[in-house]
């Protein structure tokens, strides 16, 4: 006779109605009582017990981003597949209309709660490294999203087909946590965004930021927070020199705001090919050349692209480079923070993790916390901390199981790797990305402008 086995899942969830209510184990750094927090400070809290409790509903939004290319209906069988006894059975119209009752404020105010650098995040020379930059996202064709997103304009290729989302954020570069983030209709440039994030800029962070932010009026805002910064500026823009610095660096003024002026050559050697030469114009807050030698600045702006990996990691790691789902503004923007949030709290627990382990941050695989979070929302697994205490969790532990290798220096040329279209992709260029390659830096002298300088 056959021997059967049963192996007996349990897991620990909250009482009744309120069990669906989870994220696996991101619901310790998301737990209930945030949750309940968020919805109060909202009033957003049901006013009677229903079968989809507004806690409920949150964390279904929440697993939603864990699962982009399935219906909420679906999202829901993943939230209880691993519960024991009756649970509610809701239909598309009823996860809709919950969703609609709790709105997007309540996610606005967890994302709140959530954001800011992690304890203990990588410091250089004492400053916290953050970097801002923007992306977008598209969003469903509806008259409702075309009436407040628009649709890019003025490409080559016309109008885009769908609406879009347009994000800023900061983001520090040591664990690409997410200090801040802002976002809204397409319409509305970087720039003009900007100012709306300056309030999460404090003394003893460096902000880095492309040649897009260097505009004399944003760069005055950034100063008047206390914070440094380290922005590229065009290699051609003319700035006075009213004092040179030893180490060929020079001082400049841009509107109120005297800067610390580099301009620097970059030799890229990728190994066994030909050399390239670089010219870099960074402008920076820090006019201490002693202490914030010039050659150090320029290798550490090349921090500025962790927040592009961030956005890689957002849109292809997460949303598999799926577009939102919501067909209304509101819904937008309860899915975005809902994205936002649940981005944070993976980063929190990879952070949690590899600081204990005195591994850096940026070692660990985002796609395999993804996917073991996933895991546990479907097993229902790790959602109460049990009376041992687990700091490093089974997401950590797959993290740490699976560290990455050290990054290599390469070379990256911006060109399309894969192209969608069978064409050739422009350009003749090695996309050998993981070359070795051995980087010069040059400072050089300042030009003798003549005339009056153009901030």
Known sequence: ???????????????????????????????????????????????????LPSRVVVYLVLSACLFPDIGYTRVWAKLTAGLEGAVADPGSSALSQARLRVGAAPLRELFNLIKGPVPGTARWRGLLVCAIDGTSMFVPDSVANLGAYHRQTGGPNGDSGYPMVRMLAVVACGTRTIVDAVFGTYGVSEIAYAPQLLGCLRDGMLLLADRNFAVASLIEQIADTKADLLIRCKSNRKLASIERLPD????????????????????????????????????????????????????????????????????????????????????????????????QALRIAIADATTGADVPPLRASFTIAVTTARDLVVLASGVIAGTTI??????????????????????????????????????????????????????????DWTGSPNP
């Not at 030799?267 to 002693?290: E, S």
């Not at 849109?315 to 209304?328: P, Y």
């Open 248 to 343: 060929g660096s020079w001082l400049a003024p841009i509107g109120s705001v005297v800067v610390r002026v580099i301009d620097a050559e970059i030799v890229v050697t990728p190994k066994g090919g030909t050399p390239r030469t670089g010219r870099y114009r960074l402008i920076t807050t820090l006019n201490d050349h002693r202490r914030y030698p010039a050659s150090e600045l320029v290798r550490l702006y090349h921090q500025r692209w962790e927040i592009e990996t961030t956005y890689l990691e957002l849109k292809s790691t997460i949303l598999g480079d799926a577009m939102l789902r919501a067909r209304t503004p509101s819904g937008v923007a309860q899915e975005v923070y809902a994205l936002l949030t649940t981005y």
């Open 390 to 447: 687990d700091l490093v969790g089974q997401i950590g532990r797959a993290v740490l199981a699976e560290l990455n290798p050290e990054r290599r220096a390469r070379d990256c040329p911006r060109v399309v790797k894969r192209a969608i279209s069978k064409h050739r992709a422009k350009g003749d260029i090695d996309r050998t990305n993981y070359a070795t390659v051995n980087i010069a830096i040059n400072v050089l002298e300042p030009p």
């Open 1 to 51: 006779m056959p021997v059967q086995s049963v192996i007996k899942h349990e897991s620990v969830v909250a009482a009744g109605r309120f069990a669906p209510g989870h994220i696996g184990e991101l619901t310790r750094i998301v737990p209930f009582e945030m949750v309940d927090a968020a919805l109060e400070s909202a009033r957003a809290t049901q006013a009677r017990l229903r079968e």
